[in-house]
């Protein structure tokens, strides 16, 4: 059987099902969103994360309608968004302070926007039951808001933008307030709602690795714009710029020019030090001679021995600085002479293995020339 | 608890003894079995009696009824509404005349409010009566109203209305079906509080009063020029319960929805 994969934005043929064409909103004189371009297609689960005040709960909101953008353009399944108001379009949000009424009980929340519909009563008995079992709150039906625990009333907010089983979900932080195991549960939980139901969600988050559990294509913010858009693999492995492969994950940067070598680069990072060698450049970045770059480098790709190795690219010797212990994963701070400091993360296979490496070992870290990425500097 | 020291408790005692002995001794002699006013001559409901016999008095307590009613609810109504504006519309050109001005009559003389209004029922040709005391009494209890509401729509948590028109409300049914009873604890805290505010006004309603209509407070203060009667005293004695009551029940209302959030926000906080 052939392997399906989902990666409907390779298709030139597929219509996105929102598109933000050139969004500008301000603020007063405070750009808030930048010009923005951005499909999203039927059925993703399409995660926007960036640092505080980057603009991602502005792009959520002119999604839901709450928000005019001051330029440019909004489609939801082909249609412009201007004159639509919240209440026509086919998009639900749950709100990051969840936004319970109250006055209401858990039951009559769910039930809130079914009833706006006026459908029979018997189907939305039915749908609310349904809702209430999917989130496992049916013992809850009953009590107000306040009456329940935090993690259950974020259940009863995502249960009641999903009761009217809208085309589009937008979640604004959504498991922010939870603990480590309730919040991988209710990702998994997300997860399986959107295979069955094939909504298309778009989440906003702080946290890095739920972008990366969770999401089908990740866009990285910054001061509103969209740095980058790709899978969480391509996210990780080739980041666009230094701000992007900084924000995903750990990352050793080294700053130098560049020279052309043969299929690669050579980059001069030191005076008077051998250059290091580089096959990867970034996504569309191609560098004139001298010109300034980054190297970035995942800590987990550095090996770390006591000796020189051999028949490796790149080999730095250096002293150990400092030792993380990290339970399954152990990172080596490495000072390169010349004073440029350098992770290296080795994973911990041996329980209480002795450690072979100690603090001020004279240590030579390494890594290939394809496990470093060559970005704008 | 503390013990109160004798000076606190000297105070206390002053403080009340000044302000309420007054509204006591009128108390006491409604009661009274003498026709003079002054003198205790046994106890008796007997001008409780005679003031239900009183037919002037009897029109002027249904016309205050009539008047409280209907101008209470007419500025609950408007004073909801300009809370509503003051608070949510943010900056808009005159915002800041706009919300000096909904608040001006609070501090202005009544005095002032009651003549202008009077020249403006002249002006436009309105025969004073029922209608133009309900007027007048709306104009100035509103902004009592309007600043209760807003106090508590300040804290009101606006993407409650944001979800209730994400869930397919319109602007009308959202703010009827989530901001209102969110928010009714602090409306019908200020229509009691324009209620008991037009029970007892006097200088208002004596210039917009007309032959056709006689509020009570109008009435006691002419009939007290001609000599205190026991039957004022008992008339004024079920006004002060009414009044009582009306301002407990308000600030019940309000206190025990305080309460309720604090709890809520609280149960909240902690999650
Ligand atoms: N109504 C508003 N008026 C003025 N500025 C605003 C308004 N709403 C948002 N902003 C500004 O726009 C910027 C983006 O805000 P936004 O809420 O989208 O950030 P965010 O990415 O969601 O941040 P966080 O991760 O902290 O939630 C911020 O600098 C914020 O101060
Ligand atoms: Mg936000």
Redesign the pocket.
């Known amino acids: 059987m052939e392997q399906h994969v989902f990666a409907p934005w390779l298709n030139p043929d597929e219509k996105p099902l929102i598109q933000f064409k050139g969004v500008t909103k301000r ?2 004189d ?1 750009t ?1 969103i930048d010009n923005q371009t951005l499909d999203i297609y039927a059925k993703e689960f399409f995660a926007l994360l ?1 640092p ?7 792009m959520m909101r002119i999604l839901a309608g709450f928000e005019q953008p001051t330029e440019g353009q909004i489609l939801i399944g082909g249609k412009d968004m201007r004159a639509i108001p919240p209440n026509e379009r086919p998009v639900n949000m749950m709100f990051q302070s969840y936004a319970l009424f109250p006055h209401l009980t858990v039951w009559e929340n769910i039930a809130f926007g079914l009833k706006r519909e006026g459908i029979p009563k018997d189907q939305l008995n039915a749908r609310v039951e349904e809702m209430l079992r999917l989130t496992r709150l049916a013992k809850f039906a009953k009590r107000k808001p306040h009456q329940i625990s935090g993690g259950q009333r974020q259940r009863v907010a995502l249960a009641r933008s999903l009761a009217k089983a809208p085309k589009l979900l937008l979640l604004d ?1 959504p498991l922010g307030a939870l603990d480590k195991k309730l919040r991988q549960e209710t990702q998994f939980e997300l997860m399986d709602i959107q295979e069955k139901t094939g909504t298309t969600f778009v989440i ?1 988050t ?1 946290d890095q690795e739920e972008a990366m559990t969770v999401a089908s294509r990740v866009a990285v913010m910054d001061e509103g714009r969209i740095i980058q858009v790709a899978t969480p693999a391509d996210i990780y492995e080739a980041p666009s710029s230094v701000y992007v492969a900084d924000f995903i994950g750990d990352v050793n940067i080294i700053q130098g020019t560049a020279l052309k070598a043969g299929d690669g680069y050579d980059i001069a990072w030191a005076e008077g030090r051998a250059p290091l060698h580089s096959k990867r450049e970034g996504d569309g970045f191609s560098p004139t001679n001298g010109a300034s770059v980054a190297l970035a480098i995942r800590p987990e790709k550095v090996s770390i021995s006591a000796e020189q190795p051999s028949g490796v690219t790149n080999a730095v010797k250096g002293r150990i600085i400092d030792i993380a212990y990290l339970g399954n994963l152990s990172t080596y701070h490495v000072e390169l002479e010349g004073g440029q400091m350098i992770k290296a993360q080795t994973a911990n296979t041996r329980r209480l293995s002795r450690r072979s490496y100690t603090w001020e070992d004279e240590v030579w870290v390494s890594w290939t020339d394809t496990a470093a990425v060559l970005l704008e500097g | 608890m503390r013990r109160m020291s004798w000076f606190n408790a000297t105070s206390l005692t002053l403080g009340f003894v000044f302000l309420y002995l007054p509204m006591l001794i009128l108390v006491i002699f409604s009661f009274n079995a003498s026709k003079l006013v002054t003198i205790w001559a046994g106890f008796s409901t007997k001008w409780y009696g005679e003031l239900m016999r009183n037919e002037a008095f009897l029109d002027a307590a249904w016309v205050t009824a009539k008047v409280a009613v209907a101008s209470s609810t007419l500025a609950t109504v408007l004073g909801t509404m300009a809370a509503l504006v003051l608070v949510r519309a943010g900056r808009f050109p005159g915002r800041t005349l706009f919300s000096g001005m909904i608040y001006a009559p609070l501090v202005m003389p009544e005095v002032i409010t009651g003549l202008s209004l009077l020249l403006l029922f002249i002006g436009i040709g309105l025969d004073r009566g029922v209608l133009t005391i309900v007027l007048a009494h709306t104009t100035f209890s509103m902004c009592y109203v309007s600043v209760v509401v807003s106090s508590r729509l300040v804290t009101f948590d606006d993407s409650l209305e944001e979800a209730a028109l994400d869930l397919g409300c319109s602007r009308l049914e959202a703010f009827l079906l989530v901001t209102l009873p969110i928010i009714a604890p602090a409306v019908i805290s200020g229509w009691l509080l324009a209620f008991t505010l037009s029970l007892d006004d006097l200088v208002i309603a004596s210039f917009t009063a007309g032959p056709s209509a006689t509020t009570l407070p109008i009435k006691v203060f002419s009939a007290v020029r001609l000599g205190v009667s026991p039957e004022i005293n008992a008339l004024s004695t079920i006004m002060i319960t009414i009044v009582a009551v009306g301002v407990i029940t308000a600030s019940l209302v309000s206190k025990r929805a305080a309460v309720k959030r604090r709890n809520e926000e609280q149960a909240a906080g902690r999650a």
């Open positions: 603020f007063g405070f808030a960036g505080s005040g980057c603009g991602k709960t502005t932080e906003v702080h």
